[in-house]
Structures are given as C-alpha cells and as structure tokens.
Nanobody, 124 residues
C-alpha cells in the first residue's frame, strides 16, 4: 500500500516562505516521478511542480516559476516543495502525488497515488 504523507503547511505572510515535505512509502520511491498539485476553494486542482525519478529534471507551472523549488531525497523517500515569495493567491490545499512514469510531468493522469493534502494560507 502506497502512502504519501505531507507536512509543513501553515500560515505565512505575503513575501514569506514555507517548505512542504512529503514522505512516501510502499513502492520503490526512486523509480517514479513525483509532483505537487494544489486546489484553492472553488477552483479545480492544478499542477504546481514535478520532478523526475532521478531528480535531474523539474517542471513548474508558470504561476510559481522562479518562486518555488521542487526537490527530492531518494535516500529518505521524501520530496520537498520550497515556496518563496509567497502570494495570497498561493493559498490552497497542497497535494503530493506519485507518478506512474519516471519523467517529470504536469499531467494529472500520470499520477496514481495522492497524499491527503496540507493547507497553505498566505495572508496579505
């Protein structure tokens, strides 16, 4: 059984930073790409960032490019999302996801396991 457990969400001020973590278990972590998605109230879930199985390739949504950094530690079975220069529009529930492929991807159909989500709230 694959489990993804996010942590690190919370309240931040605009311009501040937060770091999300996602600990994975139940499959060979280093064989699969990982991603972060988010869903704001009343909106559809959207892609935020993706990272390949090796960690060499990353992919970002335009809305977070230059502000967020995705990384992974395959020895710790953990993926991270460093969020800098936060904006109120970044407020959402953030979900970690594990892909069925090894390459970094923004397509939700490529992800088959999801965490329970962690709330990020950015105040102005």
């Amino acid at each position: 059984q694959v489990q993804l457990v996010e942590s690190g969400g919370g309240l931040a001020q605009a311009g501040g930073s937060l770091r999300l973590s996602c600990a994975a278990s139940g499959r060979t972590f280093s064989s699969y790409a990982m991603g972060w998605f988010r869903q704001a109230p009343g909106k559809e879930r959207e892609f935020v960032a993706g990272i390949s199985a090796t960690g060499r390739n990353t992919y970002y949504a335009d809305s977070v490019k230059g502000r967020f950094i995705i990384s992974r530690d395959n020895a710790k079975n953990t993926v991270y999302l460093q969020m800098n220069s936060l904006k109120p529009e970044d407020t959402a529930v953030y979900y970690c996801a594990s892909a069925t492929v090894a390459f970094a991807t923004a397509r939700a159909v490529h992800y088959n396991y999801w965490g329970q989500g962690t709330q990020v709230t950015v105040s102005s």
